[in-house]
């Protein structure tokens, strides 16, 4: 086998603002796995919040490079890029799910198999998709939760933590206004204090909040586990559930855990925490970073395991370099072809750099 990768700009459509930071670009490494004239392609994509920069993406798939091509196949490789195992071991979860998507989709390919019957899921995957509203002022939210509707999304989640709360509010009660049929999710990126997490989420449910992503600051799970107690709509973990061990430890205390591949692992790490989160109470989310088609596919395959889905990344893009889940119907569904589904879009240089 011979892995390979590129590295391609991703440009958002308009600047993302959220309660730690405003995100207008980033970068994608394009890993592709190549066996018996076949091509598997994955995704990593640069979080100064993950802690993942692009020069450390680089340097993981230098890494490991000679050791995945010393692999026979690539069936061989899905059993050895085990987070534990020989090649997965060391690998950030950010590039391990990007070098396990590429493994996927060259399974899939091989076998003439999509992804989803790889992983035991017969029947075509698709599901509504959350599309998500930044931090901006009332006004713009409304016209945008309209058009959102209009496009066919049913459901909607807005982000919160402005300095002043009322400023949330307003925004909650403009994209209702807007969109009032469709599901109302929120978002804080942990910017409030356990004590304003107790007091606003009643407000803000009023407003038809039906569930909120990580209210307080990560770092104190007994507390957002009293939060979850006391709220009156779902609280799901987030910044507060990185890892299996995390979301194990949630499993039962929290409404929901926001599972995104770059932040666990994969898909593996996914199917894992799916499991552990079974007859517990608590239900998973999918979630994402702002990345192409291709880094957004492999959740796609997963999302008849979830109870919410927040799958929308590729639909922030200025322009997405890929193609084959769809989304902006507001369902997100994957293209029926072998692997994942997904393909470069014409004129985009998908050739290895390294």
């Known amino acids: 086998m011979r892995l390979t990768w590129h590295t391609a700009p991703l440009e958002l459509a308009e600047p993302l603002r959220i309660s730690r930071s405003v995100m207008a670009r980033r970068d994608a490494v394009w890993v592709r796995l190549e066996h018996g004239g076949l091509r598997g392609w994955g995704e990593a994509v640069s979080s100064v919040y993950l802690g ?26 899905w059993a050895e890029l085990a987070p534990a195992g020989p090649v997965g071991a060391d690998l950030p979860a950010g590039v391990l799910a990007a070098v396990e998507s590429a493994v996927l989709d060259l399974v899939g390919k091989r076998a003439g198999e999509p992804v989803h019957q790889l992983l035991g899921s017969p029947l075509p995957p698709s599901a509504a998709t959350a599309r998500t509203i930044g931090i901006v002022a009332p006004a713009a939210a409304a016209a945008q939760a309209g058009r959102l509707a209009r496009a066919g ?43 304003q997490a107790h007091a606003l989420l009643p407000r803000f449910a009023a407003l038809g909040v039906t569930a909120v992503e990580q209210p307080i600051a990560a770092g104190r799970p ?21 890892s299996y061990e995390d979301a194990a430890a949630l499993a039962g205390r929290v409404h929901g855990v926001n599972v995104k591949l770059a932040k666990c692992g994969g898909v593996r790490a996914a199917l894992r925490i799916h499991a552990a989160l079974a007859g517990s109470g608590t239900d998973l989310m999918l979630g994402c970073l702002a990345a192409s088609s291709l880094g957004i596919a492999p959740a796609v395959h997963l999302v008849g395991r979830a109870r919410w889905v927040d799958l929308d990344g590729h639909l922030l893009l200025a322009d997405d370099p890929w193609t084959g889940i769809g989304g902006s119907d507001g369902t997100v569904r994957p293209a029926p072809r072998g692997g994942l589904g997904v393909l470069p879009l014409a004129g985009i240089p998908v050739g290895a750099a390294r």
């Open 52 to 77: 993942l920069p692009t020069e450390r993406i680089l340097r993981a798939l230098g890494a490991v490079r000679e050791a995945v091509e010393r692999l026979p196949d690539p069936e061989t490789a």
């Open 153 to 195: 999304f049913s459901v909607l989640k807005v982000k919160a933590g402005s300095p002043d709360p009322a400023e949330d509010l307003a925004r909650v009660e403009a994209v209702h206004a807007g969109a009032p049929a469709v599901d109302l999710l929120l978002d804080p990126n942990g910017a409030w204090t356990e004590e």
């Open 222 to 242: 007994e507390a957002l586990a009293r939060v979850a107690i006391a709220s009156p709509i779902p609280v799901i973990a987030d910044e507060d559930a990185v």
